[in-house]
T-cell receptor
Framework: DADVTQTPRNRITKTGKRIMLECSQT?????MYWYRQDPGLGLRLIYY???????NKGEISDGYSVSRQAQAKFSLSLESAIPNQTALYFC??????????????FGEGSRLTVL | KNQVEQSPQSLIILEGKNCTLQ??????????LRWYKQDTGRGPVSLTI???SENTKSNGRYTATLDADTKQSSLHITASQLSDSASYIC????????????WGAGTKLIIKP
C-alpha cells in the first residue's frame, strides 16, 4: 500500500459543484501539504498544515479550503468548482522542516476536470 | 524575484546514452536544492537534496551538481534506461520559510530504444 493515498484519483465534475479530495498517510508525519500542478508550470502550494490544529494558506488558496481531521488525514475542498481549477492535485507529507532538508513524500495525485 | 529555470524543456536521447539537465535559480536566501523525478501522471519522487556546502551528490546513475556561486545546478544521467523517461524537476528551498519551495517547470526526458 502507498504511504500517501489520495482519493479519488480521477474526477470529472461540473462548474459550481462542491468537490472534496482526500489524503491519508501512514508515514506518521505531522506536516502535510496540498499542491496543484498545471501543464508547463511548477507545482504551486495551496494549503499546508504542521499539526492537527494548524492550517495555513499557501500561494494560491483562493477558491479552496482544507480540513485536517487527524494527523493522518488532510482534505482539500473546492466549494464551487470552476473550469480553471482543472488540474492535477497532489498531497504531500514531510517529517522535517523543508528548509532543514525535510523530504517531501507525494501521493499519486488526483486529476480533476471541471466542465 | 524568486525563480527556478530549467533547460532544455524537453530532450530525446537513445537508450544507453548520457545526458545532462540544467537548472538556474535566483532564489534567496538559499537553503537547499532538490531534484525530483516525476513519471507521467504520478507524484514526484526525490532524487537528491543538496545544501549550500555540497557540490556533488549521487543517487545510482543520477549525479547532481551545485554551484552556489553561479546559482546553477545540473543533473547528469549515466547510461540511460527506458525507465528514465520522465520529467525532472529542480526545486529550491528558501532558508527563511518553513514551507516555501520554488519549483521549476521541469525537463521532459524521453529515452528511445
Amino acid at each position: 500500500d502507498a504511504d500517501v493515498t489520495q482519493t479519488p484519483r480521477n474526477r470529472i465534475t461540473k462548474t459550481g459543484k462542491r468537490i472534496m479530495l482526500e489524503c491519508s498517510q501512514t508515514k506518521g508525519h505531522d506536516r502535510m501539504y496540498w499542491y496543484r500542478q498545471d501543464p508547463g508550470l511548477g507545482l504551486r502550494l495551496i494549503y499546508y498544515s504542521f499539526d492537527v490544529k494548524d492550517i495555513n494558506k499557501g500561494e494560491i488558496s483562493d477558491g479552496y479550503s482544507v480540513s485536517r481531521q487527524a494527523q493522518a488525514k488532510f482534505s482539500l475542498s473546492l466549494e464551487s468548482a470552476i473550469p480553471n481549477q482543472t488540474a492535477l492535485y497532489f498531497c504531500a507529507t514531510s517529517d522535517l522542516r523543508l528548509a532543514a532538508g525535510g523530504e517531501l513524500f507525494f501521493g499519486e495525485g488526483s486529476r480533476l476536470t471541471v466542465l | 524575484k524568486n525563480q527556478v529555470e530549467q533547460s532544455p524543456q524537453s530532450l530525446i536521447i537513445l537508450e544507453g546514452k548520457n545526458c545532462t539537465l540544467q537548472c538556474n535559480y535566483t532564489v534567496s536566501p538559499f537553503s537547499n536544492l532538490r531534484w525530483y523525478k516525476q513519471d507521467t501522471g504520478r507524484g514526484p519522487v526525490s532524487l537528491t537534496i543538496m545544501t549550500f556546502s555540497e557540490n556533488t551528490k549521487s543517487n545510482g546513475r543520477y549525479t547532481a551538481t551545485l554551484d552556489a556561486d553561479t546559482k546553477q545546478s545540473s543533473l547528469h544521467i549515466t547510461a540511460s534506461q527506458l525507465s528514465d523517461s520522465a520529467s525532472y524537476i529542480c526545486v529550491v528551498t528558501r532558508m527563511d520559510s518553513n514551507y516555501q519551495l520554488i519549483w521549476g517547470a521541469g525537463t521532459k526526458l524521453i529515452i528511445k530504444p
